[in-house]
């Protein structure tokens, strides 16, 4: 293991960051041309409540594939190079798309609804891996990076909404479009993004026993590992509502069509806000500062959307660094993994196996709090139980973020 730090690159100027920042643009916009077009067109091919179960059915799919997929291409990006995975992925979604958008049918589409859910996690798995390669070290330039790459991401899906809204020709053009962005990006990763693993620090690979719990290998390496890991998954859990949010939104706040495009619209763009100016003032403050006050700011958010629409519209724009809250644990994961000689793609593939059971989890959570609220008459506890895991992160920031001695 301090062969393979040894034997990393040292860290590097942030412009080599931009084409995979670029990438990373072209990616999330690609997908998002295609949000408005594949739930209609499975409607009208199937009915409302099939179309719906088969929705569900992929997301379940395909977060599932990621739990046992993932820890093993996180293993393999250390055999391989984070590049080629990157690359592979990218041209994977490219390829379904196009076919989508050769031929539309239902059955095209529920492929290319699984490879691109799943390879939304694997791509930030590999860039995940490139960033944490060049500045496992330094917690606080992890974060500044991981800020910019995550605001770009929430650009790239808003700006895809609103291009995807207006594209004519329904699900053809919106995945023909699609696939040329998937396709942009794929060539701009393998002709400008750097492999940041040298040849000299890759290590063989090592076929581990199926474990549906890898991410549980994290908890092995110490008391501030532990930690971090339960305030990641504290702060990731609300992220991973499924349905549940706009089916509120329609039954209880009696929004239309209109109205959650306003909401939708408006999270990912205060998501771009709040990581643009997340890294300048992680650098300017401190991770433990930073990270309370933007945990805070998204306690408002869910105070907000415990009352109605407006006060939830209100919370989000007053608690707008909220989305940038999961910043410091998933950087200081990588650092304090680093230091303890775990390679920086297990790292990744075990932080993506956590990450896509809280994607399996939250749908089946939410959908049971929202019954068993609405039973009792109070069927805003979804939002309640965000505000308790919140408080509950809140409080454990310090000690989970707090370096150890001799780190």
Not at 118 to 126: A, D, K, Q
Not at 183 to 203: G, I, K, Y
Not at 277 to 298: E, K, M, Y
Not at 301 to 328: D, E, N, P, Q
Request: charged letters at 10%.
């Amino acid at each position: 293991s301090s062969d393979l730090l040894a034997a990393a690159p040292p860290p590097v100027e942030r412009s080599d960051e931009r084409p995979l920042q670029i990438t990373a643009a072209l990616y999330v916009l690609s997908l998002a041309v295609t949000a408005l077009t594949a739930a209609p067109f499975m409607v009208e091919a199937l009915g409302t409540a099939k179309a719906t179960s088969t929705l569900a059915y992929i997301g379940s799919a395909s977060a599932a594939t990621e739990i046992i997929v993932a820890p093993i291409l996180g293993a393999a990006t250390d055999t391989l190079g984070r590049k080629l995975v990157l690359t592979g992925t990218l041209a994977s979604v490219a390829l379904v798309n196009g076919l989508v958008a050769l031929h539309p049918s239902v059955p095209l589409l529920m492929v290319s609804k699984y490879i691109s859910m799943m390879g939304t996690g694997l791509f930030f798995l590999s860039a995940g891996a490139i960033l944490g390669d060049k500045y496992r070290k330094d917690p606080t330039k992890l974060a500044g990076a991981s800020s910019l790459l995550f605001a770009l991401v929430n650009g790239g899906f808003a700006v895809g909404i609103a291009v995807g809204s207006q594209l004519p020709g329904g699900l053809r053009t919106a995945f023909g479009v699609s696939a040329i962005g998937a396709c942009l990006a794929s060539l701009t990763c393998l002709l400008t993004v750097r492999e940041s693993l040298p040849l000299e620090a890759r290590v063989p690979f090592k076929p581990r026993a199926f474990n549906p719990l890898a991410f549980t290998r994290l908890l092995r390496h110490g008391r501030q590992l532990r930690l971090l890991v339960l305030l990641s998954a504290l702060t990731l859990q609300p992220i991973f509502m499924g349905d549940f949010f706009q089916v509120y939104g329609v039954s209880q706040w009696g929004l239309d069509k209109k109205g959650l495009g306003v909401l939708f619209t408006l999270i990912p763009v205060l998501g771009a806000f709040a990581n643009i100016v997340g890294g300048p003032l992680i650098a300017r403050f401190g991770l433990i500062p930073f990270t309370l006050v933007a945990t805070v700011s998204n306690l408002l958010y869910w105070v907000g959307c415990l009352f109605s629409f407006k006060m939830a519209i209100v919370g989000a724009c007053i608690g707008a660094l909220g989305a940038a809250r999961t910043l410091a644990a998933s950087t200081m994961i990588a650092s304090a993994g680093a230091k303890a000689g775990m390679p920086q793609g297990e790292l990744s593939g075990d932080r993506a196996n956590l990450t896509a059971i809280l994607k399996v989890i939250g749908p089946l959570l939410y959908g049971q709090l929202f019954v068993a609220g609405k039973a009792i008459g109070a069927p805003a506890l979804p939002f309640a139980f965000n505000i308790a895991l919140t408080t509950a992160a809140l409080f454990l920031v310090p000690y989970a973020l707090r370096e150890e001695p001799g780190n």
